[in-house]
């Protein structure tokens, strides 16, 4: 994909693979949006990511309708959006303890997030445009404590479906990652973060978990390759062999 001239809205591109991916972008002449719900977090990105001429940040939360309205109707015309956002915080709990409230949070951010971002960020793009969203191996591979998750990316993938069809020929797709090693596991096993990861790493067919480089290539991927629409790309090390 030449991405010379083309411009690209990132949101949840503040750390792990959406930071990965707007690093990979702007490397290749791409102008990258950064969007997220920090300041701090994004100024952070800001700083490492260099490039002022071609990046810039926006505060959003795209739970919120018309947050994600204004957005758009700042940064005009895209040629690609992706969304890795997810907040996750307090949702993996045994179901006696879930509190609604974080199951709430979960849902804004990976489903109705990814639809408002359809809604309004879909008349912004170009026939051969697209959408890319994250879901994740807990659909395939649920657990106890992760229900809320599971259920969630389930229903992203089915919405990435159903979005195919009726934005065509905007292509919409998903990347299902497997265990990265991102902080948002600092919120799924706290202290025990790399003992976890190292225990999952042995169980692989791939022999290691993910890196946010593995999904930030996907997500290039799918967004440069024009006769793909519709699907989940799983990246997951064989997660769902296992």
């Not at 040629?79 to 915080?89: G, L």
Request: neutral net charge; contains cysteine.
């Amino acid at each position: 994909m030449d991405m010379d001239k083309t411009k690209i809205l990132i949101v949840g591109g503040s750390s792990g693979m959406g930071l990965a991916l707007a690093r990979r972008c702007l490397d290749e002449g791409a102008s990258v949006i950064v969007a997220g719900r920090g300041q701090a977090k994004l100024g952070a990105a800001r700083e490492e990511l260099g490039r002022p001429a071609a990046l810039e940040t926006a505060v959003v939360d795209i739970g919120r309708e018309a947050e994600v309205a204004a957005l758009f109707e700042r940064i005009g015309r895209l040629d690609h959006i992706v969304c890795t956002a997810a907040d996750i915080a307090g949702a993996y709990r045994l179901l006696p303890e879930i509190e609604l409230s974080a199951a709430q949070k979960v849902v804004e951010s990976k489903f109705y997030g990814p639809l408002l971002l359809a809604k309004h960020g879909a008349p912004t793009l170009p026939a051969n445009g697209s959408l890319t969203f994250v879901s994740g191996i807990a659909a395939y591979r649920p657990a106890a404590r992760g229900a809320v998750v599971a259920a969630v990316n389930a229903a992203l993938e089915g919405l990435v479906r159903a979005l195919a069809v009726e934005l065509a020929p905007i292509r919409i797709n998903a990347v299902s990652p497997g265990w990265v090693d991102t902080p948002i596991w600092e919120f799924v096993a706290g202290e025990k973060k790399d003992e976890t990861l190292a225990a999952m790493a042995k169980r692989l067919p791939a022999g290691r978990v993910g890196r946010p480089g593995d999904i930030a290539d996907a997500l290039h991927f799918l967004m440069g390759n024009g006769f793909t629409t519709g699907t989940t790309l799983h990246v997951e090390g064989g997660h769902r062999l296992v």
